[in-house]
């Protein structure tokens, strides 16, 4: 990656990397329309994909759409702004960092991309991809949390095999409480996690462990 393409935050209580280019956006693009038949399944239904492009594309296919519509001053823009901005927006993991099942990387890899869902994670890597086109600097932002949020408790997540959607609803929870963000688009009906999380926060391992046990 171009050392042009890096810019950091560290006066923070999460700090932050960003990271765009050409492959990044190729790479990202191509994961989603490989992943089409998953989102299909769970409900998504804004899914970022140009015209022309199916699940049959290749990734040459892919290259040459994102070369076509790739703006590095539109990243290096929204990267800057959100740096700025950075320190003061994230202030509230100060206290979830407090909260001893909260499990964050010291410094994370924001991928900007033009391309996706809105925001996925990678909580192995402490690295998070946001979609830049659907919102203004606040949104974006929010998601950043939102995705940074997953990365925390995604070990418990997994510890009791929490579904999807109720996973979501969770970290939107945490969000709004933290971060005014409020309920995304939830494809089911989720009102027993708002339950549990009302009764038992800030304990998220019981809230993730009663969640799971959920049938």
């Known amino acids: 990656m171009p050392e042009e393409n890096k810019i950091e935050s560290h006066e923070s209580p999460i700090k932050i990397h960003f990271e765009y280019g050409v492959d990044i956006d190729t790479d990202r693009l191509k994961s989603t329309i490989d992943k089409l038949p998953w989102y299909r399944e769970k409900g998504y239904i804004h899914i970022k994909i140009p015209e022309g492009l199916t699940e049959l594309s290749t990734r040459e296919d892919v290259a040459k759409v994102v070369a076509s519509e790739y703006s590095e001053n539109k990243y290096k823009e929204i990267s800057e702004k959100i740096t700025e901005l950075w320190q003061t927006f994230s202030i509230p993991f100060q206290e979830l960092k407090q909260i001893p099942d909260f499990h964050f990387g010291e410094n994370y890899g924001v991928f900007l991309t033009g391309y996706g869902v809105g925001g996925s994670y990678h909580s192995d890597v402490s690295e998070i991809i946001v979609d830049v086109?659907?919102?203004d600097i606040d949104w974006i932002m929010k998601v950043m949390a939102h995705e940074i949020v997953h990365t925390g408790i995604e070990y418990l997540i997994q510890k009791y095999e929490v579904p999807?959607?109720?996973?979501?609803?969770?970290?939107?929870?945490?969000?709004?409480?933290?971060?005014?963000r409020g309920k995304q688009g939830i494809r089911e009906n989720v009102d027993d996690v708002d339950e549990v999380f009302n009764v038992s926060w800030p304990d998220i391992d019981t809230i993730t462990k009663k969640i799971g046990a959920i049938k």
Do not use: M, Q, T
Not at 164 to 180: A, N, P, T
């Open 133 to 135: 086109g659907r919102g």
């Open 164 to 180: 999807h959607w109720k996973k979501e609803r969770l970290v939107d929870l945490i969000c709004d409480r933290y971060f005014s």
